[in-house]
T-cell receptor
Framework: AQSVTQLGSHVSVSEGALVLLRCNYS??????LFWYVQYPNQGLQLLLK??????LVKGINDFEAEFKKSETSFHLTKPSAHMSDAAEYFC???????????FGQGTTLQVKP | AAGVIQSPRHLIKEKRETATLKCYPI?????VYWYQQGPGQDPQFLIS???????DKGSIPDRFSAQQFSDYHSELNMSSLELGDSALYFC???????????????FGPGTRLTVT
């Protein structure tokens, strides 16, 4: 069975500071991994995905994530936080059979001025 | 670019009533997924369809049913509604036929169902 654990339900950073959101996965097969962002009362927007190609994945809005098999991690980073980055972030793993997404519990990112 | 369309965006029903949620995938996408997101929760997979056939099933109550039609749109039918069914229901679509698409799913804005 596949699962995702996001460490830290709330992360607070200052504007301009580094953003680090942690995600660890469990999968018996090579996983597909995703990060989604959700703004209040909106749908989920794909930030980036890992598909077994490059281990360092670049996404939209300067976000990136590194797949580390030895650590079973897929942490999301951004060099400099903007106020507009404040949102809920979900890490997800995909079943290789049908593509259904299994989400982590989510991390709320707060950006302080 | 065209996105996933869901209707209605908001729905208020009473207990024991029925509700139908509709999803129109991105053109040429052949797979539709339904997810339920309770307040403060992560989205939970309900059911998916590939080329109009059910491809996977998650924690979907027996009171719920869904199908994908010939034009690839999908409907989620919910009967005997309970208070606990109040949630945001997302539809997502993807194109499974393309090698390397990695099941990249595009989400609709969701339907907020409130059961009173």
């Amino acid at each position: 069975a596949q699962s995702v654990t996001q460490l830290g339900s709330h992360v607070s950073v200052s504007e301009g500071a580094l953003v680090l959101l942690r995600c660890n996965y469990s999968s018996s097969v090579p996983p597909y991994l995703f990060w989604y962002v959700q703004y209040p009362n909106q749908g989920l927007q794909l930030l980036l995905k890992y598909t077994s190609a490059a281990t360092l994945v670049k996404g939209i809005n300067d976000f990136e994530a590194e797949f580390k098999k030895s650590e079973t991690s897929f942490h999301l980073t951004k060099p400099s936080a903007h106020m507009s980055d404040a949102a809920e972030y979900f890490c997800a793993v995909s079943s290789s059979n049908t593509g259904k997404l299994i989400f982590g519990q989510g991390t709320t990112l707060q950006v302080k001025p | 670019a065209a996105g996933v369309i869901q209707s209605p965006r908001h729905l208020i029903k009473e207990k024991r009533e029925t509700a139908t949620l509709k999803c129109y995938p991105i053109p040429r996408h052949d797979t539709v997924y339904w997810y339920q997101q309770g307040p403060g929760q992560d989205p939970q997979f309900l059911i998916s369809f590939y080329e109009k056939m059910q491809s996977d099933k998650g924690s979907i109550p027996d009171r719920f049913s869904a199908q994908q039609f010939s034009d690839y749109h999908s409907e989620l039918n919910m009967s005997s509604l309970e208070l606990g069914d109040s949630a945001l229901y997302f539809c997502a679509s993807s194109f499974a036929g393309l090698e390397g698409a990695a099941y990249e799913q595009y989400f609709g804005p969701g339907t907020r169902l409130t059961v009173t």
